[in-house]
């Protein structure tokens, strides 16, 4: 069984082909600014980036009729959905095409997909989109009525790691409840219990990171916004992108952050700290919602990969549970897997716009 993996981001299309759970290739296109300059609007980008596709095939020798799946990365869609595997149709495209909750490039791969793969017969699924939504309804609320807390994360790799965890162990996935937390330049602090995330802290209400700010003081995030400084735009881009170990250090590269702890420069060894104790404070927050009862941390992203960072962590939060670390960030390879377990039997793919059933309390 052959499956076709496309994941297209702002400044990049990337492509795989698995066969079965080993990948045969991957490629990475970069799409520079002004090569995306001319297109008005994301939604313009469709055609160039499924040709890009087609072509990539043809030069690997890879026919359509080969492909017996195609996996495309869930985009930001704007209707109610859980984690795990939905068929894309017609309905979907249309949504994330003409109504997402936000613009973004991952909107444009159920469609390349789609367009690709429906003419021949190929299924097409998405696989735990962004937006994916199993938060528990209490955890949402907040002290502004009209505020409700998102599920905006990492859920493709947390849960892919949470999978890969269960598995090593031979234990029942459905069995475990898991606190996963996602290492990159965002950080996501999931709790996954049966499977389902049921309490998210997404990356701008949590710990800080290498670009993030986090969680932030509104008062003086208030006065900052009111200051005349900035717009709504240049303001969202200091915390999205100039927050976190790029306020403070003047980079997003960990490994220059640790390098410094390292050499013994003390301004860097208060700050690493500071950033280990927010990150632990927000684990211990979220255990709170199954009453510290979890079986497992698991860390995963890029930066799990840093020893000095998964040392340090799994030691302020050994009262809470044990830690496991999954480094990476294998979106490409959870989107391969979870398509496959559709077609094996092995998990049942929901189908987009049909009423479910609402969240538990």
């Not at 996602?182 to 995330?197: A, E, F, K, Q, Y």
Request: proline content about 3%; some cysteine.
């Amino acid at each position: 069984m052959k499956c076709l993996v496309i994941n297209p981001g702002s400044t990049s299309t990337k492509i795989s082909l698995f066969e079965d759970e080993n990948q045969l290739w991957q490629e990475s296109f970069e799409h520079t600014a002004e090569n995306l300059s001319h297109f008005g609007h994301i939604n313009e980008q469709l055609d160039m980036r499924r040709e890009l596709i087609l072509k990539t095939l043809d030069r690997r020798g890879v026919k359509i009729s080969d492909i017996g799946v195609i996996s495309a990365r869930g985009g930001l869609i704007n209707e109610a959905v859980k984690t795990g595997a939905y068929e894309v149709n017609g309905e979907m495209v249309d949504c994330l095409l003409h109504k997402p909750r936000m613009e973004h490039a991952s909107n444009l791969a159920a469609p390349i997909g789609f367009a690709i793969g429906n003419p021949h017969g190929i299924p097409v699924y998405i696989y735990d989109a962004v937006v994916a939504d199993e938060m528990l309804r209490v955890v949402k609320i907040t002290g502004f009525k009209e505020i409700r807390r998102r599920a905006v994360g990492h859920n493709l790799n947390s849960r892919a790691a949470f999978i890969e965890y269960a598995k090593r162990n031979g234990v029942p996935y459905d069995s475990i409840t898991a606190i996963v937390v996602h290492l990159g330049g965002g950080i996501t602090v999931s709790l996954i219990r049966g499977g389902r995330v049921i309490d998210l802290i997404s990356d701008d209400e949590g710990p800080f990171s290498p670009e993030r700010a986090g969680g932030l003081p509104y008062y003086q995030l208030l006065d900052m916004a009111y200051s005349g400084e900035y717009d709504q735009v240049s303001l969202l881009r200091k915390i999205r992108t100039n927050g976190g170990f790029m306020s403070h250090f003047g980079t997003t590269d960990t490994r220059e952050v640790e390098k410094r702890v390292r050499e013994g420069d003390n301004e860097a060894v208060f700050l690493y700290d500071a950033f280990l104790l927010n990150l632990a404070k927000n684990i211990a927050k979220i255990s709170a919602t199954v009453s510290g009862k979890v079986d497992i941390v698991i860390l995963t992203g890029g930066m799990a990969q840093s020893e000095m960072l998964t040392s340090k962590l799994a030691e302020r939060i050994a009262f809470i549970a044990p830690t496991t670390v999954i480094p990476g960030e294998n979106e490409m390879k959870a989107l391969a897997l979870g398509a496959l377990r559709v077609v094996k039997g092995e998990e049942k793919a929901r189908v987009f716009g049909k009423a479910e059933g609402s969240h538990p309390m």
